[in-house]
């Protein structure tokens, strides 16, 4: 079993026992500031030492269980029952570092076929007592870049659906926007030869065959063209003087007013 830290949390990090939270933080951000190997440049060796020693003793403690086990074993108690004390033997260094593991950095365990190791350049992990620790960090390591490709991969897929949901909703829209425009293109068609049918039925019963007599008895167009006089006109339909802008009847050839042309495509 590798040997206990040897070195004392709290003073590490240059608090006392009762800290609260934010001195354990303050603390700790004062002193890696201080310690970091960046800032240390002529120091390497020494400053990744001490700052590996002050994340260390900011992590165990700034985790409420972490650090109650610490405590714990540090005044010799028991870290599973405060009312009983127990001996240095008795307080199991891999159960201490298994429960802090998983407090600290979440799902992974070791357990009674485990090992903890620390080295001077991978912070913690657990390696199996079959397997050698480099073997374990090599595994540790790919099943980390396995499951960082996974979210990757699922994220391309999360992105690349809801791209081709959006497709598919334009697609949808424009196809609706279609089909409405090719309704209202027919019904239009259909509206103008009922009218045309209307016309000439009102023709053959009033025995109109010249242009004056189909003039007169003209229901006049929905559909007329817009056309433009160089002054303005007198409407052939109500017999007003409108603007100069008219709409010529494709059935008599007249020019009917704007107000007129509304009231005809009004009426049913």
């Not at 934010?22 to 020494?46: Q, T």
């Not at 697609?171 to 016309?199: I, P, V, W």
């Not at 007169?216 to 109500?238: M, N, P, V």
């Amino acid at each position: 079993m590798p040997p206990a830290p040897a070195f004392d949390y709290y003073e590490t990090l240059g608090i006392g026992k009762s800290a609260t939270t934010e001195e354990i933080k303050s603390s700790y951000r004062r002193l890696a500031l201080v310690h970091h190997p960046d800032r240390n440049p002529d120091n390497i060796d020494e400053s990744t030492a001490a700052f590996q020693r002050i994340q260390i003793a900011h992590e165990t403690l700034s985790n409420e269980r972490s650090r109650a086990i610490y405590d714990a074993r540090s005044s010799r108690r028991s870290p599973f029952n405060d009312d009983e004390y127990c001996n240095e033997e008795d307080v199991d260094f891999d159960d201490f570092m298994h429960d802090f593991s998983r407090e600290t950095f979440g799902s992974y365990s070791g357990g009674p076929s485990s090992r903890f190791f620390f080295d001077g350049q991978r912070f913690a992990f657990y390696c199996p007592l079959d397997m050698d620790p480099d073997e374990a960090w090599k595994r540790d390591q790919e099943e980390q870049e396995a499951a960082k490709a996974a979210w990757r991969k699922r994220m391309v897929n999360e992105v690349q659906q809801r791209r081709e949901a959006e497709e598919a909703r334009v697609k949808a829209r424009e196809a609706a926007r279609a089909a409405e425009e090719r309704e209202q293109t027919l019904a239009k068609e259909r509206r103008a030869q009922a009218e045309k049918a209307r016309q000439e039925a009102l023709w053959a019963q009033s025995k109109a065959t010249t242009q004056a007599e189909k003039q007169g008895s003209c229901l006049h167009s929905a559909f007329c063209a817009k056309e433009k006089s160089q002054k303005k006109f007198k409407c052939t339909s109500c017999g007003q003087k409108r603007g100069m802008v008219g709409h010529r009847c494709p059935y008599c050839s007249l020019l009917i007013c704007q107000v007129c042309l509304n009231g005809i495509r009004q009426s049913p």
